[in-house]
T-cell receptor, first 111, second 110 residues
Framework: DAGVTQSPTHLIKTRGQQVTLRCSPK?????VSWYQQALGQGPQFIFQ???????QRGNFPDRFSGHQFPNYSSELNVNALLLGDSALYLC??????????FGSGTRLTVV | GENVEQHPSTLSVQEGDGAVIKCTYS??????FPWYKQELGKGPQLIID?????GEKKDQRIAVTLNKTAKHFSLHITETQPEDSAVYFC?????????FGAGTRLTVKP
């Protein structure tokens, strides 16, 4: 039973570019949440998707957007990248709001 | 929104000693409190969780306690081992999101 799969594992982008990160949830999970984790800090909640809709959003600008597909997989899009967007981006899946399972993350570096 | 504070930020113990990490939360609607362990280069891994209708839960060497009145919860690790060395995060959830503490770096010295 595969857990949460994220791709790519590492990514280098130039300031001002756009990036798309992908997440496949654990089998049986229908909810996907995205987090940004800066070095040495706790994960910061970006948003949560359920039934293909954004259900809750953290304190992130509109440059951060997402999508959930009918198979529950999800994408995180970040436009107009800033140096400060460099971080580990984590996807977590769950069934309802319990037992979040995290992927290994995508390490984004903006240069 | 929910605000979770975690203490201490670093904790160093001798192998075999116990370790305690404490967290407080602000939103009285939060009803689910998981703890995660994160090793270098990996995503957080759930180690134990507790729901608001329970005051204490234990799983082998790990236990969590919850005081809903005071809005705080704690992680207790007994008989620590070098492989327990990692960063530990507490979290609180109640409104379609889950908010994390800043983390505690636990070092277990052999």
């Amino acid at each position: 039973d595969a857990g949460v799969t994220q791709s790519p594992t590492h990514l280098i982008k130039t300031r001002g570019q756009q990036v798309t990160l992908r997440c496949s949830p654990k089998s049986g999970h229908d909810t996907v949440s995205w987090y940004q984790q800066a070095l040495g800090q706790g994960p910061q909640f970006i948003f949560q998707y359920y039934e293909e809709e954004e259900r809750q959003r953290g304190n992130f600008p509109d440059r951060f957007s997402g999508h959930q597909f009918p198979n529950y997989s999800s994408e995180l899009n970040v436009n107009a990248l800033l140096l400060g967007d460099s971080a580990l981006y984590l996807c977590a899946s769950s069934r309802s709001n319990y037992g979040y399972t995290f992927g290994s993350g995508t390490r984004l570096t903006v240069v | 929104g929910e605000n979770v504070e975690q203490h201490p930020s670093t904790l160093s113990v001798q192998e075999g000693d116990g370790a305690v990490i404490k967290c407080t939360y602000s939103d009285s609607a939060s009803n689910y409190f998981p703890w995660y362990k994160q090793e270098l280069g990996k995503g957080p891994q759930l180690i134990i969780d507790i729901r608001s209708n329970v005051g204490e839960k234990k799983d082998q060497r790990i236990a969590v306690t919850l005081n809903k009145t005071a809005k705080h919860f704690s992680l207790h690790i007994t008989e620590t081992q070098p492989e327990d060395s990692a960063v530990y995060f507490c979290a609180a959830s109640g409104n379609n999101d889950m908010r994390f503490g800043a983390g505690t770096r636990l070092t277990v010295k052999p």
